[in-house]
């Protein structure tokens, strides 16, 4: 009798927790504590409301704007990986180990870049990358230009996959502040620099050398569109037609998008038939890449129009 009451006793005791269990997880959503970050994220956006009711300064609290926003950017900057801040293969601008030394400082000076990579053969062998201060020494000295190999410094390789938190911290051991993206075959994916990483937390970094930005798609007056290969499909998607970005293929810009389409890099002239009906139309290109596009709305067809039967 006694074992029958403690079972009994138990069993009023397990019903009163798994009910008291289920209340918790109704109420407060399980056991799950919220995060630092959810929880800074929560006491910002709660800030920011009662800022907005008060409709008074844009500080919040002790945030500026530009402050929440950096805060923001940080929080989040450990969730990327290199391959979304990699500058896309296609964009980079490097030099070939062959190339003389007046090549090479032609090349620093239409690039306006500190590092350049070097490579051999094609950019899939980066041998290593040249610094604009090594190229300035040379020439203060007026000394006898030296091999490029003389002047080649080594940069990071790494993986897409890597997070840039790991990749930030091994950028500031070594002092290296240029790292060439590798894809799962050992071919050149990106690349990304120190600055890159910077500019994730807080924004755009332009100096005076930097070219006025130029919007990489605008509207003709016809309805089509001309654009900029390098536009994110994502963002052609949002302002265009969400169908445009919508494939299966690992593509992200409307360059990629029309090598996919044509199953070869286009030629200039070559138009391009989309599954939603859009055409896409290669306005400037080169043996190796596509650099500008014009894209044709579909053809809207007036099913109650009379058919023209040639009487």
């Known amino acids: 009798m006694p074992d029958d009451q403690g079972s009994s006793n138990r069993s009023e005791e397990d019903s009163r927790s798994g009910l008291l269990a289920g209340l918790k997880t109704l109420l407060f959503g399980g056991d799950k504590e919220p995060s630092l970050r959810e929880q800074i994220e929560d006491v910002i956006d709660e800030a920011e409301e009662e800022g907005d009711e008060r409709r008074g300064s844009s500080v919040v609290g002790d945030l500026s704007p530009i402050e929440r926003k950096m805060v923001r950017n940080l929080l989040h900057f450990g969730e990327q990986t290199v391959d979304d801040v990699a500058v896309p293969r296609g964009e980079i601008i490097a030099i070939s180990e062959s190339a003389s030394f007046a090549e090479l400082v032609e090349v620093f000076a239409d690039a306006g870049h500190s590092r350049l990579p070097v490579y051999r053969d094609t950019l899939d062998e980066v041998v290593g990358m040249i610094?604009?201060?090594?190229?300035?020494?040379?020439?203060?000295?007026g000394a006898k230009p030296p091999p490029l190999i003389d002047l080649i410094r080594q940069p990071l390789y790494v993986p897409q996959s890597m997070d840039v938190l790991d990749l930030l911290a091994e950028m500031r051991a070594k002092r290296t502040h240029l790292?060439?993206?590798i894809d799962e075959y050992s071919g050149t994916e990106g690349l990304v620099t120190f600055e890159d990483l910077v500019e994730e937390i807080v924004g755009e970094v332009e100096d005076e050398h930097d070219d006025e930005p130029t919007a990489l798609?605008?509207?003709?007056d016809d309805g089509s569109w001309d654009a900029d290969a390098r536009a994110e499909l994502d963002d052609i998607g949002e302002a265009i037609d969400p169908r445009l970005a919508e494939i299966e293929e690992d593509v992200d810009t409307l360059g990629g998008l029309s090598a996919v389409l044509a199953g070869h890099v286009p030629e200039v002239g070559e138009i391009l038939q989309h599954p939603s009906g859009w055409r896409i139309e290669v306005t400037e290109a080169d043996e190796k890449r596509v650099h500008r596009l014009r894209l044709h709305p579909p053809v809207e067809v007036d099913l109650e129009a009379p058919l023209d039967t040639g009487d």
């Open 217 to 220: 798609f605008v509207r003709n």
């Open 131 to 141: 610094h604009v201060k090594d190229v300035f020494a040379v020439l203060a000295a």
């Open 179 to 181: 790292a060439i993206v």
